[in-house]
C-alpha cells in the first residue's frame, strides 16, 4: 500500500519544484533565525537568495555534528524552546550528546513519514506491531510507535531488554510485526529457541522493520531464515528526524525510497566534499526540507551510500539510497588497509559452523596493527574436538584474508559468550593509542 501517492509518487520535476521552494524557504528560516547559519553563510558570502535552483545547494556550507556539540543543547534550534514539545538526544558516546527538538508541526510530519515508510514494508492496521526498541531520548522508539499508531496497527510498545518476557508478549499478544535492531531480534530469536520455542514455527511474526544499525544481506537471510518473516530496512538519524527518512519497499530489496519532499539527499566525496554523480559512492549529506525546530543544512551524516534515481516498480518516483554498508568514521585502518566492519559481517555470515555473533578487536603488537575477529561456534558445531575446531578458525582466517588484503587473527568462542547487545550492536573495539 503506498501511504501517500501524492507525494510518494509525484512527477520528479513536479517534485524538484517543491524541493526548490521548500529548500528556499529554508535557507531563508536559518539565516534569519540562527546565528550560527548567518555567520557561516556570511563567511562563505552566500546569502539565501542566491539559491536559483536545487544545484546551488552545493555552494552553501555544510553542517557537522561538531556544530550541533559546539551549541549544545539548544543553540542550532530555529524556534524559542516554548515552541519545542519534544526532545530526543544522541547517545553521545564520545563527547556530549546532540539534543534534537520538535514542535507540534514536526511531530506531525515525523508520524506521517514513519507511516509512509511502515506502509511501504507492508504493514496494515491488521497487524500486532512490537517496538523492541528502548524507549527514552533515541529517536527509535517513539518515532516508530506514533507512525505506526497513526497507520492504525496495534502497537505493543514493549522497549528494549528483558528477552525472555518479550517472547511472552510475541506468543500471547500474537505479534505480527517485530520492529528493532537486527542484531537484538537476533538475540529474540535465540532466546525463544532457548525457550523451547521456535520462532517459524511456533510464533506469528511475520514481518521485520530493522534499522538504527547496519547490517549486511547475509545477516537479513539469516533473520528472515530464523523467524520465516520479511526483513525490511529502514534508515534515518536524530539529527534530521529519526527514523522515516527512508525505507526500503517490497519490490526492491536493498534499496530505500527517501522522503524527497522533506529531505534533500546528495552524495558527496568524503575527503573533499565535492558533489558526486547518481550511482557513485560517497557520504551520505542531508537538508531538512520542512523541519521546524532544527532544521539543518547540508547536515554530514558520515554514512556511506550511493542514489538511485530510476523508478521503481513499486510505483513511487521518489529517488532511493542504497543500504547503508558504514560510516566514514568506523573504517578502519589497519597496517594501512582499510577494513570496513561490514565486509567481515558478510564472510562470518557465508561460513556454516559459526553463529552470528561477532566482534573485531584492533591492536597493536610493537609497531604493528593487528586486527583478531573473536566469532561464536554455533552450538550444534562445538562437538569440543579440538581438531575441528582448528580447522573451522584455519577457514575463517583464510575466507577473511581473502577479501580483506591483510592476514587477521582468528578467535573461536564458546556459543553464546559474546554479550549480547540490546540497541545498536557494538562490533570493533579498538585497543590502538589515540594518535
Ligand atoms: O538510529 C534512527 C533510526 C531508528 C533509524 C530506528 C531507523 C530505525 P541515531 O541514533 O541518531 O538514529 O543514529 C543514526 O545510525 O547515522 C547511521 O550511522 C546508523 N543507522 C541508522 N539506520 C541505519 C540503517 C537512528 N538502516 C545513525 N542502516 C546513522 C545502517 C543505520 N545504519
Same mark, same amino acid.
Given at each position: 500500500?503506498?501511504?501517500?501517492?501524492?507525494?510518494?509518487?509525484?512527477?520528479?520535476?513536479?517534485?524538484?519544484?517543491?524541493?526548490?521552494?521548500?529548500?528556499?524557504?529554508?535557507?531563508?528560516?536559518?539565516?534569519?533565525? =540562527?546565528?550560527?547559519?548567518?555567520?557561516?553563510?556570511?563567511?562563505?558570502?552566500?546569502?539565501?537568495?542566491?539559491?536559483?535552483?536545487?544545484?546551488?545547494?552545493?555552494?552553501?556550507?555544510?553542517?557537522?555534528?561538531?556544530?550541533?556539540?559546539?551549541?549544545?543543547?539548544?543553540?542550532?534550534?530555529?524556534?524559542?524552546?516554548?515552541?519545542? #514539545?519534544?526532545?530526543?538526544?544522541?547517545?553521545? +558516546?564520545?563527547?556530549?550528546?546532540?539534543?534534537?527538538?520538535?514542535?507540534?508541526?514536526?511531530?506531525?510530519?515525523?508520524?506521517?513519514?514513519?507511516?509512509?515508510?511502515?506502509?511501504?514494508?507492508?504493514?496494515?492496521?491488521?497487524?500486532?506491531?512490537?517496538?523492541?526498541?528502548?524507549?527514552?531520548?533515541?529517536?527509535?522508539?517513539?518515532?516508530?510507535?506514533?507512525?505506526?499508531?497513526?497507520?492504525?496497527? +496495534?502497537?505493543?510498545?514493549?522497549?528494549?531488554?528483558?528477552?525472555? !518476557?518479550?517472547?511472552?508478549?510475541?506468543?500471547?499478544?500474537?505479534?505480527? #510485526?517485530?520492529?528493532?535492531?537486527?542484531?537484538?531480534?537476533?538475540?529474540?530469536?535465540?532466546?525463544?529457541?532457548?525457550?523451547?520455542?521456535?520462532?517459524?514455527?511456533?510464533?506469528?511474526?511475520?514481518?521485520?522493520?530493522?534499522?538504527?544499525?547496519?547490517?549486511?544481506?547475509?545477516?537479513?537471510?539469516?533473520?528472515?531464515?530464523?523467524?520465516?518473516?520479511?526483513?525490511?530496512?529502514?534508515?534515518?538519524?536524530?539529527?534530521?528526524?529519526?527514523?522515516?527518512?527512508?525505507?526500503?519497499?517490497?519490490?526492491?530489496?536493498?534499496?530505500?525510497?527517501?522522503?524527497?519532499?522533506?529531505?534533500?539527499?546528495?552524495?558527496?566525496?568524503?575527503?573533499?566534499?565535492?558533489?558526486?554523480?547518481?550511482?557513485?559512492?560517497?557520504?551520505?549529506?542531508?537538508?531538512?526540507?520542512?523541519?521546524?525546530?532544527?532544521?539543518?543544512?547540508?547536515?554530514?551524516?558520515?554514512?556511506?551510500?550511493?542514489?538511485?534515481?530510476?523508478?521503481?516498480?513499486?510505483?513511487?518516483?521518489?529517488?532511493?539510497?542504497?543500504?547503508? =554498508?558504514?560510516?566514514?568514521?568506523?573504517?578502519?585502518?589497519?597496517?594501512?588497509?582499510?577494513?570496513?566492519?561490514?565486509?567481515?559481517?558478510?564472510?562470518?555470515?557465508?561460513?556454516?559452523?559459526?553463529?552470528?555473533?561477532?566482534?573485531?578487536?584492533?591492536?597493536?603488537?610493537?609497531?604493528?596493527?593487528?586486527?583478531?575477529?573473536?566469532?561464536? =561456534?554455533?552450538?550444534?558445531?562445538?562437538?569440543?574436538?579440538?581438531?575441528?575446531?582448528?580447522?573451522?578458525?584455519?577457514?575463517?582466517? !583464510?575466507?577473511?584474508?581473502? =577479501?580483506?588484503?591483510?592476514?587477521?587473527?582468528?578467535?573461536?568462542?564458546?556459543?553464546?559468550?559474546?554479550? !549480547?547487545?540490546?540497541?545498536?550492536?557494538?562490533?570493533?573495539?579498538?585497543?590502538?593509542?589515540?594518535?
Amino acid at each position: 500500500m503506498i501511504w501517500d501517492p501524492a507525494h510518494e509518487c509525484m512527477a520528479r520535476e513536479e517534485l524538484r519544484g517543491l524541493q526548490l521552494a521548500r529548500l528556499r524557504e529554508t535557507l531563508a528560516r536559518v539565516y534569519e533565525r =540562527v546565528p550560527f547559519y548567518r555567520r557561516l553563510f556570511d563567511e562563505r558570502g552566500v546569502k539565501p537568495e542566491d539559491l536559483k535552483t536545487l544545484e546551488d545547494i552545493r555552494r552553501f556550507p555544510f553542517t557537522t555534528k561538531e556544530a550541533l556539540r559546539d551549541h549544545y543543547p539548544y543553540g542550532l534550534f530555529a524556534v524559542p524552546l516554548k515552541e519545542v #514539545v519534544r526532545l530526543h538526544a544522541s547517545s553521545g +558516546t564520545t563527547g556530549r550528546p546532540t539534543v534534537v527538538g520538535y514542535t507540534k508541526k514536526d511531530l506531525e510530519t515525523w508520524s506521517e513519514l514513519v507511516a509512509r515508510i511502515a506502509a511501504m514494508a507492508g504493514v496494515s492496521p491488521d497487524d500486532v506491531v512490537q517496538i523492541t526498541f528502548g524507549y527514552g531520548l533515541f529517536t527509535g522508539a517513539f518515532g516508530l510507535h506514533y507512525g505506526l499508531e497513526k497507520l492504525g496497527a +496495534t502497537v505493543i510498545p514493549a522497549s528494549v531488554g528483558n528477552s525472555e !518476557r518479550q517472547v511472552m508478549i510475541m506468543r500471547d499478544f500474537g505479534t505480527t #510485526v517485530l520492529v528493532g535492531t537486527p542484531s537484538y531480534v537476533l538475540h529474540l530469536g535465540e532466546t525463544a529457541r532457548a525457550m523451547g520455542i521456535e520462532p517459524r514455527e511456533q510464533l506469528s511474526v511475520r514481518l521485520g522493520l530493522f534499522g538504527a544499525e547496519a547490517w549486511s544481506e547475509e545477516m537479513r537471510r539469516e533473520l528472515e531464515e530464523m523467524w520465516g518473516m520479511r526483513a525490511t530496512d529502514n534508515y534515518g538519524l536524530s539529527e534530521v528526524m529519526g527514523p522515516g527518512v527512508c525505507g526500503e519497499c517490497l519490490s526492491s530489496p536493498g534499496t530505500m525510497h527517501i522522503a524527497e519532499d522533506h529531505f534533500l539527499v546528495e552524495i558527496v566525496d568524503p575527503e573533499t566534499g565535492e558533489p558526486l554523480d547518481y550511482g557513485q559512492e560517497g557520504e551520505v549529506v542531508i537538508t531538512t526540507l520542512t523541519k521546524e525546530a532544527l532544521p539543518l543544512v547540508r547536515y554530514r551524516t558520515r554514512d556511506i551510500s550511493l542514489l538511485y534515481p530510476d523508478p521503481c516498480p513499486c510505483g513511487r518516483t521518489t529517488a532511493r539510497l542504497r543500504k547503508v =554498508v558504514g560510516r566514514t568514521d568506523d573504517m578502519l585502518i589497519v597496517s594501512g588497509v582499510n577494513v570496513f566492519p561490514s565486509q567481515i559481517e558478510s564472510v562470518l555470515m557465508q561460513i556454516e559452523g559459526i553463529a552470528p555473533h561477532y566482534q573485531i578487536v584492533v591492536g597493536k603488537k610493537g609497531y604493528l596493527d593487528y586486527l583478531e575477529v573473536q566469532v561464536e =561456534v554455533a552450538p550444534e558445531s562445538f562437538t569440543g574436538n579440538y581438531r575441528d575446531l582448528e580447522a573451522l578458525e584455519e577457514k575463517v582466517r !583464510r575466507r577473511l584474508a581473502a =577479501v580483506l588484503s591483510i592476514n587477521p587473527r582468528v578467535r573461536l568462542l564458546e556459543p553464546c559468550s559474546l554479550e !549480547r547487545s540490546q540497541g545498536k550492536a557494538k562490533r570493533v573495539i579498538d585497543n590502538r593509542p589515540r594518535a
